[in-house]
């Protein structure tokens, strides 16, 4: 099979069969890259064993590392101000629709291609973030034309809550993974995102992780390779 060619770069795993029948999208947190995340792969592989692994590169240099990438600008986000003033973090939220919103406009056509490449649909695709890559996966996949098979996110957010109503198009089956001592996204973003779901009527799961900060653990690893086995095998 020809190498296939994709408007994103970055590390992949095949299936571990050798039998492509679905696919898993790692999304990178700001500051890093895909091979921030690809590492986990083997763990889903275990049980997808006909599942293949991509973890895209994000299409930006990081405006405060000369090495990593971001999804879009950061510059905007402060956490210590909204430690500082809760009520705000709807807001912040909302300011980083736009970046998103662009960002997303890549990541659609690279899931497309991904799609193509495999010749599955959108039904057997499952997209797992961190941080801002699960910014831009829950931005993504409710806005599809049609379902993806699953979302995993760990320490994520939910931008442009407020707007979600109006532009929802599908409603996938999401998992959110979150610690409890995230000091950079901080359980307001998990309760925001929660609330904007269940307005939305998106089927979701929880999994609040205590003593956790802005990172993910074994414990949310195996919770997330639980819930995609059963939409991708």
């Known amino acids: 099979m020809t190498t296939p060619s994709f408007c994103?770069?970055?590390p992949s795993r095949p299936a571990a069969s050798g039998q492509?029948?679905?696919?898993?999208?790692?999304?990178?947190?700001y500051g890093a890259d895909g091979n921030d995340l690809i590492s986990l792969a083997p763990y889903f592989a275990r049980q997808l064993p006909n599942t293949a692994f991509h973890a895209p590169d994000a299409p930006e240099e990081c405006e405060i590392s000369a090495f990593g990438r971001q999804w879009f600008s950061l510059n905007d986000?402060?956490?210590?101000?909204?430690?500082r003033n809760p009520h705000?973090?709807?807001d912040a939220m909302d300011t980083l629709y736009s970046g998103t919103?662009?960002?997303?406009?890549?990541?659609?056509?690279y899931l497309g291609e991904l799609c193509?490449?495999?010749?599955?649909?959108?039904?057997?695709l499952a997209l797992i973030g961190f941080s801002q890559?699960?910014?831009?996966?829950?931005h993504v996949v409710l806005r599809?034309?049609?379902?993806?098979?699953?979302?995993v996110t760990f320490s994520g957010a939910l931008t442009g809550a407020s707007r979600l109503a109006a532009e929802i198009t599908a409603r996938p089956p999401v998992l959110l993974v979150h610690g409890e001592q995230d000091d950079i996204l901080p359980m307001r973003a998990l309760a925001l995102a929660e609330d904007a779901l269940t307005a939305a009527a998106v089927p979701h799961d929880v999994l609040r992780r205590p003593r956790l900060g802005h990172g993910i653990d074994e414990i949310g690893v195996e919770r997330a390779i639980a819930f995609l086995t059963p939409r991708l095998r």
């Open 8 to 10: 994103l770069n970055g």
């Open 20 to 29: 492509t029948d679905s696919a898993v999208v790692f999304l990178h947190g």
């Open 77 to 83: 986000y402060d956490p210590e101000l909204l430690r």
């Open 88 to 90: 705000t973090f709807a």
């Open 101 to 109: 919103a662009q960002a997303a406009e890549r990541l659609n056509q």
């Open 116 to 124: 193509t490449a495999y010749q599955i649909g959108h039904q057997k």
């Open 133 to 138: 890559g699960s910014m831009m996966a829950l």
């Open 144 to 151: 599809h034309a049609e379902p993806v098979a699953g979302v």
